[in-house]
């Protein structure tokens, strides 16, 4: 791995603003809706793909399977989810969006486009692409520096 000269101060205020700018995204309160942000992904994740394996929630989220199932769980008593065994493999279980799931999903996703287009009318009009561009790949810096990262161990 090169080396490269940074100004790690500049890089911890980066992480500070960003953590405290999504905060909104992290905390286990209902934002819209009486759902919270990570249950929203689980219920737009189901209903890009009309089922989705529990497996395959697990690397969405990217959080381990006791988080997922305590994610879930609360779709699940609230009828937006259901969990039935699949018909590939009959240890493994799937989620679909009821009727009411598709309905708060949808109210849901124009709460957020409502937000994001808040955030856009906060981005300098000739720079958006850029800026989002540069982001993706800041974090694409972030998973491949993490995966790597051993500092902590």
Known sequence: MKKIATNHDEFMDLF??????????????????????????????????????????HRILSVEKSTTTRLVNPLISKGLLTREKSNLDSRAFVLTLTEDGRNIHQKVQLCLNDFFNKVACNLPAGKRDNILQAVQIFITAIKNAAGVCDCCK
């Open 16 to 57: 500070i603003g960003l953590s405290q700018a999504t905060r909104c995204c992290r905390q286990d309160t209902a934002f819209c809706e009486d759902v919270t942000f990570h249950q929203f992904v689980i219920l737009d994740a189901v209903g890009k793909n009309k089922e989705l394996n529990i497996a395959d929630l």
